[in-house]
């Protein structure tokens, strides 16, 4: 074999393994990745619309979490203001999800529409708001012409 010929094998063997680790790659992370929505931007694209994990975030809507199952299943309505999103979470919440607080609950909606809620991340003290769930209430506000939110979220 001539050092040319030998070359561009070797240049298409690389190629080719580098197309099968992006590919590996690709698949690997198809479900470990998950967008952050509004309640706002579910009602527009409709809850039946994600197929994989999606985070929700917002304030948790006065009134409706509820603890059933000995306190183990937790239901509650995640809103921007303008919109709701229902809530499950099988488990053990964090102790600083209260009616009121930001929230962000991160799963994959069933038929009805509802969140099944793998995760649920809370607030860490009275003055952070993760930066996207600040951002969809303020859209969702400004939009109906009340006030903003106050300050900027802290990270």
Do not use: C
Request: charged share 25%; net charge neutral.
């Amino acid at each position: 074999m001539r050092k040319r010929s030998q070359r561009l094998w070797l240049i298409g063997s690389a190629g080719v393994l580098v197309a099968g680790a992006v590919a590996l790659a690709v698949v690997g992370l198809q479900g470990a990745v998950a967008f952050f929505q509004s309640p706002s931007d579910i009602a527009e694209k409709g809850a039946t619309s994600f197929h994989q994990s999606v985070r929700v975030g917002g304030l948790i809507e006065v009134g409706s979490q509820k603890h059933e199952e000995g306190g183990k299943l937790l239901t509650f309505s995640i809103t921007d203001g303008k919109h709701t999103v229902p809530v499950v979470f099988e488990g053990i919440p964090p102790d600083m999800v209260k009616e009121g607080k930001g929230v962000v609950a991160e799963g994959k909606f069933d038929p009805s529409g509802t969140l099944v809620a793998s995760r649920v991340l809370a607030k860490h003290d009275e003055n952070y708001m993760p930066k996207e769930a600040y951002d969809a209430l303020k859209r969702a506000s400004d939009s109906e012409g009340e006030s903003s939110y106050g300050k900027e979220p802290t990270t």
